[in-house]
């Protein structure tokens, strides 16, 4: 103050004194001691009364009475709370409401504000708001609550009101006893801004919603209502209704009504309580896959007893439209993944049903292809044989040409693989007949150079092989030295080391190869091994693996590719039981699997059948005896994953033809996606992270665009997207379509639980182009919480 009254000396020592303002802010005067007492006897002061000057504004545009009932002495209202009254300038009274709820849009915004969140009760009290708001109940929602009701007392009853007349008006059914004690809206107009605040509730006041709705619903007790799950409407207002759909749901499919149940599902799969709980919406999943394969197996059992012809009958209703059988494999290979990645075990009943109908579907259908391919004499008209892949498709390709030896890759594998590929890419499918046994020394030979003038399988020192041109293959070292030999300017690497290589290292050992042989053993080793769980995550992720090592290779400069296998595969949830297994043959046995025998003499057991090596074109005495249907030989090896016999399953391969941009570069574009939510350690198989458009958005384009994001660990991906919200999402080629300003929820699937760490990886499915990943590895701790 001393230091104030010596600034403002020169201005006012003379005898006529400048016009001087003195500000001070935030000082109270002090009469009898102030500092600058002689200046304020000097000229004039000025003490704003806060209240007053509002009553002098306010009075501008509204009445005196209004104007004191506004500024009652009982309503403490602040600075804030008068410039908001003063601001409004409409023809009703302003709302002394909207001062405590001041970031509000509308009245539904402060109700919705109010029924999740108590605190404001102190200053709806302390500003004698309570009135206007019971006004506010009435007229937006017809509700006349008690006169003397207490704050706390009033939102329990509105929250019943509206709760509990969203599920009433939704109902197909007589309400039940519970909710006669709640009033129902008395209009039309009521109805509509009840079902207007329910939803507002769920997306506004999301975290508080589940208390909520969980409070009303024990009040009332709802969850011991005997409603009919069918009656129950489009709207899961509360928590348990999710929960009776999902058992109804399973009830439908144990009674084979499938379309039913996926109507349900597509219906509530984004439900306020599924985008809530990954592990719920897991279960919806399963449910919606369980029926998607139900409806196969249906159609295809259906089809498959009026079905006739020869063995390339069969083979283009596999393979080809209208029929297209192999959707049936690809059903069960997707519902098994998904289920083996669930923490918590779904419905038994709907489970084991539709697996039931997978398996007698695959049984039906072995039996009667066995049959057609007697009547062919083994042979399928102008197919492509395997040992004609490498002669007339690989030979054929521009150089230089990646190979896939894919083991144990089924036909339907090859189709989801070429969905999964860029569009830009140029890609066919066609299906291939595997060597018969369909194992894989025999069929891994049958995809050699040379093949198509001369294969055979034979013995030869006490060994199972293949012979070409007088090399005899009975094994991997044998392959690849025959390969090199053949073919001197070839490369061999494995799918695991292809994609851990970093790009200079890999263009440096492909350097002058002008085929490239990616050799796969992921499926049929896990597979073989026994591990049933854990292969059924692994097949997924061997597609997208291949995926991402053509487009890898397509950067390195290799553009064309062509993707086979060996041989496919059955594949079922649990060992096969006792009925389904067979004495082997006996007599002179020189190799023995689930699925075939190969030796000379014995006895052909019941349900088999025998076919000499010669009626297969091969130069050789063996004979070969398989099960007929789709059962297995005891003998060693996997009760559940086998192979080796003559169904469409194991002998029809993909043979898939590739040709991507090569040298594509790589946009740097890390900022233009934003991964949000992302746990700090991985404890559930299943787990949610946030998508949205970052700051790249305008080099992606205004329209949005598409994304395919996966989880990346030592090179490899070990899991991938299943589920999506908020955006349009691809199940099969896994592409979700980001729009700017709008996040996505998506549920990661790890299709590896062996893997300590991981990293989450987004990229453009056209170029790989990263466009996010996590700075640091997460660390994966299954089954921690």
């Known amino acids: 103050m001393f230091e104030l009254r010596t600034a403002v000396e020169p201005y006012v020592y003379g005898d006529a004194a400048d016009a ?3 500000y001070l802010p935030g000082c109270a005067r002090d009469p009898r001691g102030s500092v600058l007492m002689e200046l304020e006897e000097a000229g004039t002061r000025w003490n704003p009364v806060l209240v007053q000057l509002a009553r002098n504004l306010l009075l501008k545009t509204y009445t005196l009475g209004v104007v004191d009932q506004m500024l009652a002495a009982d309503r403490k209202l602040t600075y804030e709370d008068l410039t908001r009254l003063a601001e409004s300038d409409g023809p009703e009274p302003p709302s002394i409401l909207k001062t405590v709820f001041h970031d509000a849009r509308d009245g539904d915004a402060m109700l ?37 009701a207490a704050l706390p007392k009033l939102r329990a009853i509105t929250a019943r009101y509206v709760l509990a007349n969203e599920f009433r008006l939704d109902l197909a059914w007589s309400p039940p006893a519970a909710l006669e004690g709640v009033p129902t809206p008395p209009s039309a107009q009521s109805a509509s801004a009840v079902r207007e605040l329910a939803t507002r509730l769920r997306v506004d006041f999301s975290a508080a919603y589940p208390a909520l709705a969980d409070r009303v619903a024990d009040d009332l007790r709802l969850r011991d209502t005997k409603v009919p799950a069918s009656a129950l409407g489009s709207i899961d207002t509360f928590r348990f209704e999710e929960r009776e759909l999902l058992r109804h749901c399973a009830d439908l499919i144990v009674a084979a009504q499938y379309d039913e149940a996926l109507a349900i599902v597509t219906q509530r799969e984004h439900s306020f309580w599924l985008e809530l709980d990954v592990g719920r919406k897991a279960q919806w999943e399963a449910v919606r896959r369980m029926a998607e394969l139900g409806r196969e197996a249906v159609r295809v059992r259906a089809e498959l007893s009026r079905a006739n012809g020869d063995a390339r009958t069969w083979l283009t209703r596999y393979t080809d439209a209208p029929c297209e059988w192999y959707r049936l494999d690809q059903a069960q290979r997707r519902l098994e993944a998904w289920v083996a990645t669930l923490d918590d075990d779904p419905d038994e009943r709907p489970l084991g049903l539709v697996r039931r109908a997978y398996e007698d579907t695959c049984h039906l259908m072995a039996a009667s292809f066995v049959d057609a391919l007697r009547s062919s004499d083994w042979t399928i008209p102008d197919a492509l044989y395997q040992t004609h ?39 066919s499918v066609r299906p291939g007949v595997a060597a018969l046994p369909s194992i894989t020394p025999v069929g891994m030979a049958a995809l050699q150079p040379g093949a198509s003038a001369s294969f055979s399988v034979v013995e030869e020192g006490s060994r199972l092989g293949a012979r070409i041109d007088g090399t005899f293959l009975p094994d991997l070292t044998a392959r690849q030295k025959y390969t090199k030999a ?51 995550q692994v097949m997924d992720t061997v597609i997208d693996n291949i995926a991402r090592a053509i487009r890898k290779l397509a950067a390195a400069g290799v553009g064309y590719a062509v993707v086979t296998a060996d041989h496919g595969h059955l594949f079922f ?60 030989f ?8 086998h192979h080796g016999g003559p169904t469409l399953q194991e002998m029809v391969i993909p043979v898939v033809t590739i040709r991507t941009a090569a040298g594509t570069a790589e946009r ?102 990263e466009l996010y990943r996590s700075r640091t590895k997460i660390p994966v701790r299954l089954g921690v919480r």
């Open 668 to 769: 740097d574009t890390t900022a233009s996606v934003t991964v949000t939510d992302t746990p700090e350690t991985i404890t559930n198989r299943i787990f949610t992270v946030t998508l949205s458009l970052g700051s790249g958005q305008m080099i992606l384009g205004t329209t949005g665009t598409t994304v395919r994001a996966m989880l990346i660990s030592g090179g490899n991906q070990v899991g991938a997207v299943g589920m999506a919200a908020g955006a349009e999402f691809d199940r099969a080629t896994e592409r979700i379509q980001l729009e700017p300003g709008r996040s996505t929820t998506v549920g990661f699937q790890l299709t590896d639980d062996t893997v300590d760490s991981l990293q989450i990886v987004v990229q453009d499915p056209e170029t790989d182009a």
């Open 112 to 148: 919705g504000a109010w029924l999740t969140d108590e605190s404001h009760d102190a200053a709806i009290s302390a500003k004698a708001a309570t009135t206007e708001l019971v006004s506010l109940i009435k007229a937006r929602l017809g509700l006349e609550p008690p006169d003397d």
């Open 20 to 22: 001087v303002l003195i």
């Open 486 to 536: 053949r073919i001197p300017t070839s490369a061999d690497i494995s799918l695991a080391e292809l994609l851990s290589l970093p790009p200079s290292k890999l263009t440096k050992k492909l350097d002058g190869a002008h085929v490239v042989v990616v050799r796969s053993q992921e499926i049929d080793k896990v597979g073989e091994a026994g591990f049933t769980f854990h292969a059924r």
């Open 634 to 641: 005891r003998a060693g090896g996997d009760l559940a994953f």
């Open 389 to 427: 892949v490498y002669g007339e498709v690989v030979a054929a390709q521009p150089k230089p040409v990646a190979y896939f030896l894919v083991d144990a890759m089924r036909y339907e594998m090859g189709v989801e693989l070429a969905r999964r590929l860029p569009e830009s890419s140029e890609v």
């Open 573 to 632: 949830a649990t060992d096969r039981d006792e009925s389904m297994r067979t004495d082997s043959p006996g007599g002179r046995t020189v190799d023995l699997h689930r699925r075939c025998w190969i030796g000379r003499g014995g006895a052909t057991p019941p349900g088999c059948v025998r076919v000499a090596a010669s009626a297969l074109g091969y130069d050789s005495d063996l004979e070969l005896v398989f099960p007929a249907g789709a059962g297995v």
